[in-house]
């Protein structure tokens, strides 16, 4: 999908159609708003005998279609509920808009921003909120598909009058928003992918085409490179497989001389069965979505680097199948992982947080990061928790945490802190070993999930985002998901640690 600025006002241009914003009516409100005034003249006053017939009221997820009279197209009114306006009504709004016009042979849609504005929405946070609504709300994973419905091919932001002086400053805030998009996107197709094509190896393959694209350094740790840096976490997983697993780090080098490195680290299982504790057959093919965190390592690092952030950034892929089989760990192996802890393991389908061991170890020693931020679709218990929309951030630094959740708040990819306690940390220790990697019975799993990690990271500062409920959108659950994250994979967190990175910069 293409997007762009155009100073005209939406109705001004040849657009197949155009999509202007209306808050809610109040019961004292007789008269159409005069903002739509243009609209109902082109259609004839249609509009003003909706709104007196209250067919339209303006309430959020409210989309209203209308043809012109004239031929020249259709007129779109999108509810935004009741003041106060969030950018999330907004990116919602866009993305209904696209979904709906799909195969109705509209390529060219305008959304006219002046009707989108309010208290605590500029014309910057409009911008923002339609390009990625609309870019994220157009999504298909097509790869497979022989045949698609048409869609809308172009997205113009109409600035008119009012807005069209400061054209130069939005662009420059769109295009950093759909580098963000794009990457998320780009996300989207890795975490779509299905696992017979999706391995360890293609995952490791990916990220260096991804290198050589942007010109940064690419390392790829085979079995055997594993093996001698006594990754005994990320091997066990991946041996009951016949595609062996994978350790990739890529490496941004910052677009600042001096600065914060901040290594993102991300749980890339492609396909989870549970190994010998195998999972129920029922939703199992959604386990290709497992590798979700490490597909967004390489959406942050792509953002990063087209961005040129300041911090220098390392991301670290932690690939594994976990499959069962003649060769696959057991409950009660213990292995030995990259700092030398060791693992008792009690359960194999616990193994996001056995192959992160290895990963957040590395990350830390050899890079002495400032910041440390994981990814992964850890627990079912976080679901369970906090739903499908909202992922759970933990660590031991509350500012970096905080932070996170602003930037999260900021691109509708929302965060909620949840705690790490002395208990839960002398929970997961283990009679045998350092640690175990689950514990019975099944309380609070995101939270020992969570203070397992932390055996790995020293004092580096860090986050730990589980993000098991929003990584995908399900068919079962869809309509209480946002509308700009249609099914499959969401490539939640891209966007959410790209604003991060570019906040940061701007506040050190």
């Known amino acids: 999908m293409k997007i762009g600025l155009d100073r005209r006002e939406a109705t001004a241009g040849s657009y197949d159609a155009s999509v202007s914003g209306l808050f809610e009516r109040s019961e004292k409100e007789d008269a159409l708003p005069r903002s739509l005034a243009a609209e109902d003249k082109l259609l004839g006053g249609l509009l003003t005998r909706a709104w007196d017939g209250r067919e339209i009221r303006g309430r959020a997820k409210e989309l209203t279609s209308l043809f012109r009279p004239d031929g020249k197209g259709r007129v ?17 709004a866009a993305a209904n808009a696209v979904q709906k016009l799909k195969g109705r042979g509209v390529r060219t849609l305008a959304f ?13 946070a409009a911008v923002r909120a339609i390009a990625s609504g609309a870019a994220l709300g157009g999504y298909e994973y097509l790869r497979y598909k022989s045949s698609t419905e048409g869609a809308v091919e172009e997205v113009t932001l109409a600035l008119g009058d009012d807005l069209g002086r400061t054209e130069g400053a939005l662009k420059k805030s769109l295009d950093q928003e759909l580098i963000l998009v794009d990457s998320a996107l780009f996300t989207r197709d890795l975490a779509n992918t299905p696992p017979n094509e999706a391995t360890p190896e293609w995952l490791a393959g990916e990220a260096q085409r991804l290198g050589k694209e942007l010109g940064i350094k690419v390392t790829v740790f085979d079995e055997h490179r594993l093996e001698e840096m006594h990754c005994g976490g990320i091997l066990a997983v991946g041996s009951g497989s016949v595609h062996p697993p994978r350790m990739v780090v890529l490496e941004y080098p910052g677009g600042a001389r001096s600065g914060k490195t901040v290594a993102v680290v991300g749980k890339g299982i492609t396909f989870d069965s549970g190994g010998i504790s195998i999972k129920p057959a029922l939703n199992m093919a959604e386990m290709k979505f497992d590798k979700s965190g490490a597909c ?17 950034v390392i991301g670290v892929m932690a690939c594994a199948e976990n499959l069962p089989g003649g060769s696959a760990y057991r409950p009660s192996d213990v292995v030995r992982t990259f700092n030398g802890k060791t693992i008792e393991v009690t359960d194999t389908d616990a193994e996001g947080r056995v192959v992160l061991s290895d990963a957040l170890a590395y990350a830390v020693e050899k890079y002495r990061p400032d910041e440390v931020i994981d990814l ?51 929970m997961v220790r283990s009679d045998i070993a350092d640690v175990r990697n689950h514990v019975e019975p099944r309380y ?24 098991a409920g929003p990584s995908w959108a399900r068919k079962a659950t869809l309509k209480w998901v946002p509308a700009y994250h249609p099914l499959g994979a969401t490539g939640f967190g891209v966007r959410l640690v790209g604003r991060y990175l570019l906040d940061s910069a701007r506040s050190s």
């Open 296 to 312: 967004a390592v390489l959406g942050i690092v792509r953002a990063a680097a087209l961005l040129k952030v300041p911090p220098k």
């Open 376 to 426: 992964a679709t850890l627990t079912g218990a976080v679901v369970v928790a906090l739903g499908e929309n909202i992922g759970a951030v933990l660590g031991n630094d509350d500012a970096l945490a905080r932070n996170l959740q602003i930037a999260g708040q900021a691109v509708g990819e929302p965060l909620w802190p949840l705690p790490l306690t002395d208990p839960h940390r002398d």
């Open 444 to 467: 609070a799993g995101t939270l020992l999930g969570a203070a397992f990690l932390e055996n790995f990271v020293g004092g580096t500062s860090w986050a730990h985002l589980d993000v």
């Open 112 to 124: 006219r921003v002046g009707s989108f504005l309010s208290e605590g929405i500029d014309a910057e």
């Open 76 to 92: 779109l009114v999108a509810g935004l509920g009741r003041r106060p306006l969030r950018s999330d009504t907004i990116r919602e």
